[in-house]
């Protein structure tokens, strides 16, 4: 790992508090949740349990941290208040690592684990399991003479998965490694229990992903099989037009009791995305581009653009508009395109470099106007407002692309995708 990049031991965030961006206490952090992995890959860090003050405990993912340091954790500001509940392929840092009694690799010699460092990796949001601080010894005396030091976290055996496991957890962890698309793939060609168990064992974000990338079929049957807190918080996270899109495939009563259990700004976006025709702008449209009010830099804006979790058609190009900044916004003003963010200064107001020629769509747009104007100015998403010209989202060109291909598209078994399943 790169120097410089954050590593804290777990036993001094035991009780920290957590703090949302405008420094108001969520929380107190009392454990750690990670993931075993295959191939003697340290545990990832999937997220924190964190205490709010009515004494439930709730999971915030790692995803949703900007910080931790000072004896704090900041958050995004986003959070799940429903209760934390452990899932199989999880294990809790701080009450399951820590007085573990496992061996060194290289000696055989039993240690006790007393604390257990976590590090950020380097240009991204995930964090790992990096180092152990261990006591040889057996227990009683000897434990508290024994001799302590740090080892690295492939010194210590116990903390990866077979390769050739057959529990949900085992394959888990050899999907961690593919493409949303590729394991979708593989999701589609298991048995409907072999399929349950897996989306089971798959954290929130990651199933998401891989439904936005299932049939229809396979969407319905996953999100029916879960429980419907857990269906809700998948429906969150996915792409506000993907979850539409899935909850239109459902009995409306089943829809109705979904999106309730939703948070309420989350159910606002799919209702509004509901209401328009499926093969129309409004339908195909996502409601959350990156919005920038004019007043932000080129470097707010390039900050913007280098999230991971954006697709690379959301991050070509970012949509200037006044205030309010999330859809429907104020007055759209216009576009400002990747490739004219690197040629400005990081301090030039995207104001002044917006792109206001190119005519925005109406929610009612067809999808064949909306593939025609794509394709006539070479775009790779478009936006799409209201008749106050207010921004209510922006259409991709992979989401166009879903609608123009066959149903069957998502069988072809395109060429390499074997042996990148096979591990090849």
């Known amino acids: 790992m790169a120097a410089g990049t954050p590593r804290v031991f777990v036993s001094h965030l035991s009780g920290v508090p957590v703090f949302d961006p405008n420094g108001d206490q969520v929380g107190r952090v009392?454990?750690?949740?990670?993931?075993?992995r295959i191939g003697g890959r340290p545990p990832r860090l999937l997220g924190i349990v964190v205490e709010v003050v009515s004494r439930r405990r709730i999971f915030l993912p790692m995803t949703r941290v900007t910080g931790i340091e000072s004896g704090q954790v900041i958050t995004t500001g986003v959070v799940n208040m429903r209760r934390f509940e452990q899932r199989?392929?999880?294990?809790?840092?701080?009450?399951?690592?820590?007085?573990?009694?496992?061996?060194?690799?290289?000696?055989?010699?039993?240690?006790?684990?007393?604390?257990?460092?976590?590090?950020?990796l380097p240009a991204r949001r995930d964090w790992e399991i990096d180092k152990y601080f261990v006591r040889k010894g057996r227990g009683g005396a000897l434990r508290r003479k024994g001799e302590t030091l740090t080892v690295e976290w492939s010194a210590v055996s116990g903390f990866s998965l077979e390769e050739h496991g057959q529990g949900a957890e085992s394959l888990v962890a050899t999907f961690e490694k593919l493409r949303p698309t590729?394991?979708?793939?593989?999701?589609?060609?298991?048995?409907p229990k072999r399929r349950a168990e897996v989306a089971a064992a798959l954290d929130d974000d990651r199933l998401a992903d891989v439904m936005e990338e299932l049939p229809e079929d396979d969407q319905v049957e996953i999100i029916g099989k879960l429980q419907e807190d857990r269906a809700a918080d998948v429906?969150?996270?996915?792409?506000?037009?993907?979850?539409?899109?899935?909850?239109?495939?459902?009995?409306?009563?089943?829809?109705?009791?979904?999106?309730?259990?939703?948070?309420?700004?989350?159910?606002?976006?799919?209702?509004?995305?509901?209401s328009y025709e499926e093969r129309t702008a409004g339908g195909l449209m996502t409601t959350e581009p990156i919005i920038l009010r004019p007043d932000?830099?080129?470097?707010?804006?390039?900050?913007?653009?280098?999230?991971?979790?954006?697709?690379?058609a959301l991050a070509a190009q970012v949509y200037v508009?006044?205030?309010?900044?999330?859809?429907?916004?104020?007055?759209?003003?216009?576009?400002?395109?990747?490739?004219?963010?690197?040629r400005d200064p990081p301090f030039t107001l995207v104001s002044s470099i917006v792109d206001s020629d190119l005519v925005a769509l109406t929610p009612d747009t067809p999808l064949s106007v909306v593939t025609s104007y794509l394709a006539a100015y070479n775009l790779v998403s478009v936006p799409v407002v209201d008749e106050s010209g207010s921004l209510l989202g922006a259409v991709t060109v992979d989401d166009v692309l879903d609608h123009l291909l066959p149903d069957d598209w998502r069988e072809t078994d395109f060429h390499g995708r074997e042996g990148v399943l096979r591990g090849r």
């Open 30 to 36: 009392r454990d750690l949740v990670a993931m075993l």
């Open 88 to 120: 199989p392929t999880e294990r809790l840092v701080l009450g399951e690592f820590l007085d573990r009694r496992v061996s060194l690799v290289e000696t055989g010699e039993e240690v006790t684990i007393l604390d257990v460092a976590i590090q950020q």
């Open 182 to 191: 590729d394991v979708a793939n593989a999701l589609h060609h298991l048995s």
């Open 235 to 274: 429906l969150e996270a996915m792409d506000p037009d993907d979850a539409a899109d899935l909850l239109s495939e459902l009995p409306e009563e089943d829809k109705e009791r979904l999106l309730t259990l939703m948070r309420p700004d989350d159910a606002a976006d799919v209702r509004r995305l509901m």
């Open 296 to 312: 932000a830099t080129v470097a707010d804006a390039l900050a913007r653009v280098r999230r991971s979790d954006l697709s690379p």
């Open 321 to 342: 508009c006044r205030s309010p900044d999330e859809t429907p916004t104020g007055k759209y003003l216009g576009t400002v395109h990747f490739q004219r963010l690197l």
